[in-house]
């Protein structure tokens, strides 16, 4: 076992150096450098100390070497465009404003989609089948700013039940975790009755139905395991959307998240910023992935042996 | 003898895009207490639909099992019993064991667990008493170091192992009928007599009845008390297994004892292989089924369907070769003399 | 016992003409699919939706007085009216005749995108698992790597570091990485089929490589393709929305239903008509894709063939 996870942080640690790599030479790649329209302006000797304090003075390759020598220490660098704001503080402190947002909306989201998901599988064909299955596709549908656009013209301005946008109180979570929750209830609520619709077909489950087991203990201690084992590959790269699938949701309700900052740094084309964070997703997902290889392992009984040989 | 269970004109269909196939069509028979009865056929001909119809362990609306069908178990009709009474009958009064122990048991539980399942619903059992009953059973189908093996994870057993499993799993209980259907078919084999040879140990212990459902002659001869020859849904031949192995009148059950190796090479004969396909079952079939693939074939055949000729108090025969007008023919037994 | 007429006990053995009756008419994989797709009224009519939406796209704007970027000051912020069915923007352009020219360009994104995926992940998938050994190894840890970036933020990076906002650049950043989900599963796919029991089967009769893959590889592998092309059609098509939200999308004049919405969008609570028949179009054909995709599916699976 202990070899495997060796073996396993061996393999993550190349990829998420060849990530990193890759993101550096595609974003040095663009025409132009980043400081000409800001630099333009400045006098001769200005501008190069400005280049020089960003190191853009130096060839490709010797920044490339000092950023991963500063990503070692887990120096992103400083943003481009606000002199003074580091990348690492920044991502630092707007991370868990997403991953708050985005944890409540996908625990929400899970609980009712799996639910949805099992009930629709229960009652194959009939209604409650047929209602889950039209509401799950008509939510992966909809695209998230026109549902935005329509909860905030409904709960904000037509009912002013909620406020339409802002950061603060309890209550500006309220319509975000809504919204984020109803693509996530249709996927798993799909997911999870595919699955269990074919595990429901096993051999195992007429073995135990034979064995005298009542439906709802067939689909308790048999059905359930095996059916939402797959859900959990899911699971966790939706624990990673929790960051990325948020960028629209948290503009357009001007949530101080990560996602925020993302676009805001693409459109200012802040480049050392548009880079941590990318580098911080990568390092997120390529973590989650392996976290999400060693939680596979503890819930199914036939890879633990075969990770430990 | 004392009659456990008692089957009349069970029909069975399953629903398709094509149609309505009728997969058992009017099967009848009787079971005693700690009998053993093998239904024998091709694939396809009914057999497991038949033990799985005892059972009702068919789910509608895909499967449907006709309603004047009866299948009565201690005089008690399952067909009308309750959710309550038929999830009660299962595993405790009957169970089943499937053809393949690969898929038949859940992966992400142990083994012990499965066993104790049963145990614990049926019997009362608390924890620690399943345990140590689960333990015992494992024992009794022999696994090696059952106090180990029963935390194992089905994966970590072989085939046969597995087979003991679900044998144990079936039998924790004490059922009186145990339907086994096609036990050894996926194992290899010299694992196939082994477990063989445990169900009959087991069975004389436990003065269970077993079904057994094999397309596989060879696997009854030492085994079963009772044969019933099955084609397309109907049963075409019964009797002691003596009389269906010496005395059978029904060509279709002369072409599978022909295909039985030992059987038929004793003369150095060639291996019959039986020409064609059974019916498909979509077809309403009015006329004797194996009509088609039959060396005998009359006229009749083709018109009208035989009635079940009694020819001892235990041997039957669905076949219009018994009417007194028909010729008399050369039987397996026969040609095998030559 | 009945009288029987005793001409009718004549032994005649049997027949070969009627020892394989068939019963059922023999249909091959693909009529059988076709005919259990047709079954499927829902994703028939999802066809059929689309299928309009298709051809309003193609012709609506070339029989329509209005030209899509032709501004009008006399006609701006019209509402619905029968001159401008869908009514108009602030600069008076007609949005009955954008919606139709925006369906062009991301339909267009959605059918060639998926497709280009699926062609290039095929032919890597395919390749990878034909060598196998080292070749697939190499060949699979690059997809882990390229994976292992969210998806979206490829995207995002890509069209950034291309500085090109035209179709073309949009295709490519969305298909830079948009295969290897293709190219996995058609190799998880052909690595089953190369160890299943029939290909051993026709590799033991002597069938020859090419044969074993036009005969049994293409055809087993065709159905899981079509079906996921069918539900990568919808991500595409909203990859592209999300892109033009983010001004990342296709640039004035030229349009398609994300650019539509995201410049309605901030007026959405006065105007909502600018707004509506865009994202109509967009959760409708994202609706038509995933019917037709679930009923292809259900179709085109063989294990529940009766």
Not at chain 2, 253 to 272: D, F, G, I
Not at chain 2, 319 to 325: A, D, G, I, Q, R
Not at chain 3, 205 to 224: A, C, D, E, Q
Not at chain 3, 275 to 303: E, N, S, V
């Amino acid at each position: 076992m202990a070899k495997y996870i060796v073996k396993r942080v061996l393999a993550m640690l190349l990829t998420l150096f060849v990530v990193v790599s890759l993101t550096f030479f595609l974003v040095h790649a663009i025409p132009g450098d980043p400081l000409a329209s800001m630099a333009k302006a400045l006098p001769q000797q200005t501008r190069e100390a400005y280049y020089a304090r960003y190191g853009l003075d130096k060839p490709v390759f010797e920044q490339y070497v000092l950023y991963m020598k500063n990503l070692l220490r887990l120096d992103l660098g400083s943003s481009l465009k606000f002199a003074g704001r580091s990348v690492g503080g920044t991502i630092a402190s707007t991370a868990p404003i997403s991953g708050l947002v985005g944890g409540i909306a996908l625990l929400i989201g899970t609980a009712v989609g799996v639910l949805l998901g099992i009930l629709a599988a229960l009652n194959k064909g009939k209604w409650p089948d047929q209602v889950i299955r039209v509401v799950a596709i008509l939510g992966t549908t909809i695209p998230v700013f026109v549902l935005i656009s329509l909860f905030q013209l409904f709960f904000a301005v037509k009912m002013g039940w909620l406020p339409s946008s802002g950061w603060g109180k309890p209550i500006h979570l309220v319509m975000p975790v809504m919204v984020m929750c109803i693509g996530t209830i249709a996927t798993y609520s799909r997911y999870v009755r595919t699955s269990m619709l074919e595990t429901l077909d096993q051999d195992y489950v007429l073995t135990a139905r034979a064995k005298g087991l009542s439906e709802f203990k067939i689909v308790t201690r048999h059905v359930l395991r095996n059916s939402l084992m797959p859900a959990v590959t899911i699971f966790v790269s939706s624990m990673v959307g929790i960051f990325t699938g948020a960028f629209i949701t948290e503009q357009m309700f001007s949530i101080p998240g990560i996602g925020f900052y993302y676009i805001t740094s693409i459109n200012q084309r802040d480049y050392t910023m548009v880079m941590g964070t990318t580098v911080f997703y990568a390092v997120l997902f390529i973590v989650m992935q392996m976290v999400l290889d060693i939680i596979y392992t503890l819930i199914d009984p036939r890879i633990r042996v075969a990770g430990g040989k | 003898m004392d009659r456990i269970l008692n089957v009349e004109n069970l029909q069975v269909s399953f629903h398709t895009y094509a149609g309505e196939v009728r997969a058992v069509r009017g099967v009848s028979f009787e079971l005693g207490r700690g009998e053993t009865l093998a239904f024998v056929g091709e694939s396809g001909c009914g057999k497991t639909a038949t033990a799985k119809a005892i059972m009702r362990l068919w789910k509608p609306p895909f499967v449907e099992i006709k309603s004047d069908s009866v299948v009565e178990y201690n005089g008690e009709d399952v067909m009308k019993m309750d959710k309550k009474r038929l999830q009660s009958l299962r595993g405790n009064d009957i169970s089943m064991i499937f053809q393949d122990p690969m898929t038949s048991l859940n992966p992400t539980m142990t083994v012990g667990k499965q066993i104790m399942e049963g145990l614990q619903l049926h019997r009362g059992l608390n924890k620690a008493q399943a345990r140590e009953e689960a333990i015992n059973m494992l024992r009794m189908v022999k696994i090696p170091v059952p106090e180990k093996n029963v935390d194992s994870y089905p994966h970590q057993l072989s085939g046969g192992m597995r087979q003991r499993v679900m044998i144990a799993m079936a039998l924790a209980c004490q059922p009186s009928i145990l339907i086994a259907d096609e036990p050894t078919t996926a194992l290899d084999v010299t694992i196939q007599a082994q477990v063989l040879d445990l169900l009959q140990e087991l069975k004389t212990q436990l003065n269970t009845a077993i079904i057994l459902v094999t397309h596989d002659l060879g696997v009854i001869a030492n085994f079963a008390d009772r044969v019933q020859v099955m084609y397309a849904g109907q049963v075409v031949e019964r009797g002691t297994t003596k009389e269906i192995f010496n005395e059978a009148k029904h060509p279709y059950t002369w072409a599978l004892l022909n295909s039985v190796p030992a059987l038929a090479t004793e003369n150095k004969q060639e291996l019959y292989a039986l020409k064609g396909t059974p019916p498909d079952l979509i077809l309403p079939l009015n006329h004797c089924p194996f009509a088609a693939r039959c060396e005998y074939c009359m006229g009749i055949c083709r018109e009208q369907m035989p009635e079940e000729t009694t020819l001892s108090g235990t041997h039957k025969v669905s076949c219009w070769l018994e009417h007194p007008n028909a010729p008399k023919v050369e039987s397996f037994y026969d040609r095998r003399k030559k | 016992m009945q009288q029987i007429a005793k001409e009718k006990f004549h032994i005649i053995g049997i027949q070969e003409a009627d020892t394989d009756v068939i019963a059922r008419p023999h249909v091959s994989y693909w009529r059988d699919a076709w005919r259990r797709f047709r079954k499927n009224k829902l994703a028939l009519t999802a066809f059929a939706i689309l299928g309009v939406l298709v051809i309003l796209c193609v012709f609506a704007p070339v029989f329509s007085p209005y030209e899509y970027e032709t501004m009008d000051s006399s006609a701006r912020l019209s509402g619905m009216t029968l001159q401008h069915p869908f009514g108009t923007d602030k600069l008076g352009r007609d949005i009955f005749t954008r919606v139709w020219i925006g369906g062009r360009v991301s339909l267009t994104i959605g059918l060639v995108g998926a497709l280009v995926s699926a062609v290039i992940g095929c032919i890597y998938g395919g390749i990878a698992a034909y060598f196998g050994g080292m070749v697939d190894n190499i060949m699979m840890r690059i997809v882990e790597v390229l994976i292992s970036v969210p998806y979206l933020i490829v995207v995002i990076l890509m069209s950034v570091v291309l500085d090109s906002k035209s179709l073309g650049t949009m295709l490519l950043a969305m298909t830079i990485t948009g295969w290897c989900g293709t190219a996995r599963f058609v190799r998880a796919q052909m690595l089953q089929l190369k160890s299943a029991e029939y290909t051993l089967a026709a590799q033991a009769l002597g069938v020859s490589p090419w044969k074993t893959v036009v005969r049994h590889f293409i055809p087993n592998t065709m159905g899981v393709i079509i079906v996921s092309v069918t539900f990568d059609i919808p991500g595409y098509i909203f990859s592209e929305a999300f892109l033009s939200y983010m001004n990342l999308g296709i640039q004035p004049p030229g349009t398609s239903w994300g650019v539509l919405v995201s410049s309605a969008q901030s007026q959405f609570q006065f105007y909502p008509n600018q707004l509506i028949f865009p994202a109509l179009m967009i959760a409708l054909t994202m609706l038509c894709f995933t019917l037709i995709g679930d009923g292809l599916r259900d179709a085109l699976d063989p294990k529940d063939r009766k």
